[in-house]
């Protein structure tokens, strides 16, 4: 059934019947909770973290703009994602958010200035086996996806690369999904069931980005796409040159195509 549809009992209901019970255990369970376990919260700080998350998906889910919402729960993860980092930069600054916030932007904006490729997010390790094995799909249903807590962290370290190149979080998080749940191996490399036009129609947006896209986060038989290089190296250190170019590319149709970067890369490295 459908989040829509879920809504709809809540309406005739009320949210203590089985139908907001059961929303709202797995907006908890599969939004919420992945990404506390993400940031690395624990003890008091997680706990408030996970009720302020909680709260704020729950008020998101009662406002009349997720019924109109392309991603609805793009809309969720992204109210989720706001109030966990509000907690937990809170708790480090030991301040309101609000004033963490300023006083995080000034020690980053000081040491930019010394080092302009320092790391602004840190990244999990990712498993390649584990999305194209087990696979991420969105999360349309409740309780009968196969999108599972375990596997948020994966969603959220690859978005967290896209949202640095400069892609908004919905639209990020739809492609990723969509070429996790199509991805299957196919002579020792991953692709993608249905093609960059699948992709596209998934995550609603043109067909030469999602063409592009698929190219960065999948790679080539001899140049490793986002995903398996940051499986192997979790840091800034995986994106090169290249990577920067192929990424910036996705959001900028002038731009030299990834495809197009990665054979000259490829050429580059044979001679």
């Known amino acids: 059934m459908s989040l829509l549809a ?4 809540v309406d005739v209901h009320g949210w203590d019947g089985p139908a907001g019970c ?25 706990a408030q973290a996970e ?10 889910l009662t406002s009349p703009r997720i019924r109109d919402a392309e991603s609805p729960w793009g809309i969720l993860w992204s109210a989720a994602r706001r109030a966990i980092e509000d907690e937990s930069i809170a708790a480090a600054y030991g301040t309101q958010p609000r004033k963490a916030w300023q006083q995080r932007a000034s020690q980053r904006l000081a040491a930019r200035s010394s080092d302009p490729c320092l ?25 009968g996806g196969t999108w599972a807590a375990g ?23 739809r492609a990723l999904l969509s070429v996790a749940a199509r991805s299957r191996h196919r002579g020792g490399r991953p692709h993608v069931l249905g093609g960059y036009r699948g992709v ?5 947006i043109p067909g030469w980005q999602a063409r592009r896209l698929v190219h960065v986060l999948l790679g080539t038989q001899q140049w490793p796409g986002l995903i398996e290089r940051l499986a192997v190296r979790p840091d800034r250190g995986a994106i090169d040159a290249v990577m920067h170019a192929a990424l910036r590319a996705t959001l900028d149709k002038t731009l030299t195509s990834p495809d197009m970067l990665i054979r000259n890369a490829t050429l580059q490295a044979a001679s």
Do not use: K
Request: glycine residues 6%; charged residues 15%; proline residues 8%.
């Open 151 to 173: 596997d948020a962290p994966i969603l959220t370290a690859v978005v967290a690369v896209l949202l640095e190149a400069g892609w908004q979080l919905e639209p990020a998080s």
């Open 22 to 46: 059961a929303l709202l255990s797995y907006v908890r369970d599969t939004v919420v909770r992945p990404q506390v376990s993400y940031r690395g919260l624990t003890g008091p700080v997680a």
């Open 51 to 60: 009720a302020t998350a909680w709260t704020m998906t729950w008020r998101t």
């Open 119 to 143: 790391v602004s997010v840190s990244l999990p390790p990712l498993s390649w086996e584990l999305l194209s094995e087990h696979g991420l799909e969105p999360a349309s249903s409740v309780g």
């Open 6 to 9: 879920y809504l709809d009992l």
């Open 200 to 204: 596209a129609a998934d995550a609603t």
